[in-house]
T-cell receptor
Framework: DTAVSQTPKYLVTQMGNDKSIKCEQNLGHDTMYWYKQDSKKFLKIMFSYNNKELIINETVPNRFSPKSPDKAHLNLHINSLELGDSAVYFC??????????FGEGSWLTVV | KQEVTQIPAALSVPEGENLVLNCSFTDSAIYNLQWFRQDPGKGLTSLLLIQSSQREQTSGRLNASLDKSSGRSTLYIAASQPGDSATYLCAAFNNAGNMLTFGGGTRLMVKP
């Protein structure tokens, strides 16, 4: 059983397009996250949601809009994609302050 | 703002060696500290979680220690195996427990 699943795993798209990445967790966690891993493999938090409420927004351009329809889902929509958006995007979930579980990642390539 | 640093950035050892990976953090007001493993092209797997009130945690050949006052944590891997080859990431949860800040990772290669 996949605990945190995100789709698609791979995404290649042109500059200027709009795309979405979906994430679902079946662990009953109350907190979900989006992290970005850049080309240097550094992981940086983008958003943190607790019980569908936005808690953390780490200076992410407003082209990135997270949506949490319920506690089990946190989707990421990206408008007007730029070359610099190419990265691996990881969804994760946890209970507050407990072990955090990551999805397998979504490899986004903007050409 | 929390900053997490990992030293060394890369490490290559022969099989069977015991090794230590280092992690330091600037803000000691943490909820807990976690160690992860990442294999190439994969997500992150949680290895150990140390609560802020704890000094160490053990799981099999892995032992992680935490010294909040000095802002340091170490991951000790005993009797390393080629299957341990991966990137090891240290991350500190903020006081509210809703944001995990990662170090840059240590890329470990264990040679047979």
């Amino acid at each position: 059983d996949t605990a945190v699943s995100q789709t698609p795993k791979y995404l290649v798209t042109q500059m200027g397009n709009d795309k979405s990445i979906k994430c679902e967790q079946n662990l009953g966690h109350d907190t979900m996250y989006w992290y970005k891993q850049d080309s240097k493999k550094f992981l940086k938090i983008m958003f943190s949601y607790n019980n569908k409420e936005l808690i953390i927004n780490e200076t992410v351009p407003n082209r990135f809009s997270p949506k949490s329809p319920d506690k089990a889902h946190l989707n990421l929509h990206i408008n007007s994609l730029e070359l610099g958006d190419s990265a691996v995007y990881f969804c994760a979930s946890s209970r507050v302050g407990n072990t955090i579980y990551f999805g397998e990642g979504s490899w986004l390539t903007v050409v | 703002k929390q900053e997490v640093t990992q030293i060394p950035a890369a490490l290559s050892v022969p099989e069977g060696e015991n090794l230590v990976l280092n992690c330091s953090f600037t803000d000691s007001a943490i909820y807990n500290l976690q160690w992860f493993r990442q294999d190439p092209g994969k997500g992150l797997t949680s290895l150990l979680l140390i609560q802020s009130s704890q000094r160490e945690q053990t799981s099999g050949r892995l032992n992680a220690s935490l010294d909040k006052s000095s802002g340091r944590s170490t991951l000790y891997i005993a009797a390393s195996q080629p299957g341990d080859s991966a990137t090891y990431l240290c991350a500190a949860f903020n006081n509210a427990g809703n944001m995990l800040t990662f170090g840059g990772g240590t890329r470990l290669m264990v040679k047979p």
